[in-house]
């Protein structure tokens, strides 16, 4: 199965804009990539990032969606500038059914980043995040311009 990627962020972004009137979701860079993979999983995780970077900023709030390309990777990246994760905190978020403590308020049970990680990890690529508590997150993954899935 094979796709073209910035076809499908289009499409996840436009898909998920809908669904909130406070976060404005700007979109930045291009791959100009086909991807050899499964295209609803990495449709599942975009929208596994897009919506926690929604829920996890309160405010209304602009994210940022990147697209790019780094040294034989296809990079995606989601920007939000909401509540952040404590830095002792920011390796257990991919754990399955860990959700950090204080944001009980908000719905979810913890796994939209393990799910994530796992398919990420099948296609052959890693997913990080840089994040700072009470300013924002960015979650980042990288997978293999070419790569044979199994
Ligand atoms: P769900 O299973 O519905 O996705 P969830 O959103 O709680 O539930 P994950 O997506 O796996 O679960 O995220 C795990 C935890 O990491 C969240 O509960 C939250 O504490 C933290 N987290 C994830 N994304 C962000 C973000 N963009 N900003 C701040 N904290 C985040
Ligand atoms: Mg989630």
New binding site residues.
């Given amino acids: 199965d094979f796709f073209l990627f910035d076809e499908l962020v289009d499409e996840v972004v436009e898909e998920v804009q809908r669904t909130t009137s406070n976060h404005v979701i700007e979109k930045q860079g291009a791959t100009e990539r086909v991807v050899y993979g499964d295209r609803d999983r990495i449709e599942q995780v975009i929208v596994?990032l897009l919506t926690?970077?929604i829920?996890?900023s309160p405010h209304s709030d602009k994210i940022i969606v990147k697209s790019f390309l780094e040294q034989g990777f296809i990079a995606f990246s989601v920007q939000?500038f909401?509540?952040?994760?404590p830095y002792e905190r920011q390796q257990q978020?991919f754990e399955r059914f860990?959700?950090?403590s204080g944001?009980e308020t908000i719905p979810?049970?913890?796994?939209?980043?393990?799910i994530s990680a796992e398919i990420i990890r099948r296609q052959g690529g890693t997913i990080e995040v840089v994040?700072e508590e009470g300013k924002g997150?960015t979650?980042c993954f990288k997978i293999p311009m070419h790569h044979d899935t199994h």
């Avoid at 979810?108 to 393990?114: A, K, S």
Wanted: proline residues 0%; glycine residues 20%.
């Fill in positions: 596994n926690n970077a829920k996890y939000d909401g509540v952040g994760i978020v860990y959700r950090v944001n979810g049970i913890g796994l939209g980043l393990y994040s997150s979650f």
